[in-house]
Protein backbone atom coordinates (compact mmCIF):
# COMPACT_ATOMS: atom_id res chain seq x y z
CA UNK A 1 0.00 0.00 0.00
CA UNK A 2 1.46 3.35 -0.81
CA UNK A 3 1.52 6.17 1.53
CA UNK A 4 2.61 9.43 0.44
CA UNK A 5 2.37 12.06 4.35
CA UNK A 6 3.25 15.64 3.43
CA UNK A 7 3.88 18.09 6.80
CA UNK A 8 5.07 22.00 7.56
CA UNK A 9 3.03 23.86 6.03
CA UNK A 10 1.56 26.86 8.08
CA UNK A 11 0.89 30.44 7.95
CA UNK A 12 3.97 32.51 7.37
CA UNK A 13 4.56 36.21 6.48
CA UNK A 14 5.43 37.50 2.98
CA UNK A 15 9.53 36.93 2.65
CA UNK A 16 9.38 34.01 4.97
CA UNK A 17 10.09 30.35 4.85
CA UNK A 18 8.50 27.11 5.45
CA UNK A 19 9.78 23.44 4.62
CA UNK A 20 7.97 20.97 3.73
CA UNK A 21 8.71 16.89 4.01
CA UNK A 22 6.77 14.32 2.47
CA UNK A 23 7.00 10.25 3.84
CA UNK A 24 6.98 7.92 1.37
CA UNK A 25 5.88 4.07 2.18
CA UNK A 26 5.33 1.29 -0.21
CA UNK A 27 7.25 2.37 -3.14
CA UNK A 28 10.71 1.84 -3.97
CA UNK A 29 11.75 5.24 -3.07
CA UNK A 30 15.37 5.50 -4.58
CA UNK A 31 14.12 4.58 -7.98
CA UNK A 32 11.21 6.31 -7.90
CA UNK A 33 10.40 10.00 -9.16
CA UNK A 34 9.27 12.35 -6.82
CA UNK A 35 6.85 15.65 -7.72
CA UNK A 36 5.71 18.68 -5.71
CA UNK A 37 2.32 20.38 -7.16
CA UNK A 38 0.11 22.96 -5.59
CA UNK A 39 -3.49 23.90 -6.07
CA UNK A 40 -4.40 27.73 -5.58
CA UNK A 41 -8.19 28.44 -4.90
CA UNK A 42 -10.06 28.61 -7.98
CA UNK A 43 -6.83 27.04 -9.62
CA UNK A 44 -5.92 24.28 -11.51
CA UNK A 45 -3.08 21.88 -9.86
CA UNK A 46 0.44 22.84 -10.81
CA UNK A 47 3.95 21.18 -11.05
CA UNK A 48 5.98 23.16 -8.87
CA UNK A 49 8.99 21.14 -9.06
CA UNK A 50 10.72 17.04 -9.47
CA UNK A 51 13.58 15.50 -7.96
CA UNK A 52 14.90 12.40 -10.53
CA UNK A 53 15.96 9.29 -8.63
CA UNK A 54 19.70 10.33 -9.43
CA UNK A 55 19.12 13.93 -7.80
CA UNK A 56 18.74 16.18 -11.33
CA UNK A 57 15.83 18.66 -10.31
CA UNK A 58 13.68 20.97 -12.05
CA UNK A 59 11.39 23.64 -11.29
CA UNK A 60 8.47 26.00 -12.70
CA UNK A 61 9.44 29.33 -13.48
CA UNK A 62 7.20 31.30 -10.60
CA UNK A 63 9.46 29.55 -8.04
CA UNK A 64 12.60 29.01 -9.58
CA UNK A 65 15.53 30.93 -7.82
CA UNK A 66 12.96 30.26 -4.50
CA UNK A 67 12.61 27.28 -3.86
CA UNK A 68 14.31 23.97 -3.46
CA UNK A 69 13.49 20.41 -3.71
CA UNK A 70 15.73 17.46 -2.28
CA UNK A 71 15.59 14.21 -1.03
CA UNK A 72 16.89 11.39 1.25
CA UNK A 73 16.90 8.32 -0.20
CA UNK A 74 17.56 6.41 3.24
CA UNK A 75 14.45 8.18 4.90
CA UNK A 76 12.11 7.90 1.94
CA UNK A 77 11.59 11.71 2.17
CA UNK A 78 11.56 14.47 -0.23
CA UNK A 79 11.87 18.14 0.60
CA UNK A 80 10.49 21.50 -0.50
CA UNK A 81 12.36 24.45 0.83
CA UNK A 82 10.63 27.36 0.52
CA UNK A 83 12.14 31.09 0.70
CA UNK A 84 11.28 34.43 0.46
CA UNK A 85 7.43 33.21 -0.21
CA UNK A 86 4.86 35.43 -1.43
CA UNK A 87 1.22 35.61 -1.15
CA UNK A 88 0.69 34.07 -4.47
CA UNK A 89 2.38 31.12 -2.85
CA UNK A 90 -0.41 30.16 -1.07
CA UNK A 91 -2.21 26.80 -1.83
CA UNK A 92 -2.05 22.98 -0.97
CA UNK A 93 0.87 21.47 -1.46
CA UNK A 94 0.57 18.16 -2.45
CA UNK A 95 3.43 15.56 -2.82
CA UNK A 96 3.01 12.79 -5.80
CA UNK A 97 4.91 9.91 -7.20
CA UNK A 98 3.85 7.59 -9.94
CA UNK A 99 -0.17 7.88 -9.92
CA UNK A 100 -0.28 8.36 -5.89
CA UNK A 101 -0.86 11.69 -4.23
CA UNK A 102 -0.33 12.67 -0.79
CA UNK A 103 -3.56 14.69 1.50
CA UNK A 104 -2.07 17.96 0.84
CA UNK A 105 -0.61 20.87 3.60
CA UNK A 106 -1.99 24.18 3.61
CA UNK A 107 0.63 26.83 2.84
CA UNK A 108 -0.55 30.58 3.21
CA UNK A 109 1.21 33.56 2.94
CA UNK A 110 0.44 36.78 4.32
CA UNK A 111 1.15 40.26 2.84
Known amino acids: QVRLVESGGGLVQAGGSLRLACAAS????????MYWYRQAPGKQRELVALILPVGSTSYAGSVKGRFTISRDNAKSTVYLQMNSLKPEDTAVYYC?????WGQGTQVTVSS
Open 26 to 33: GIIFSTTT
Open 96 to 100: SAQRY
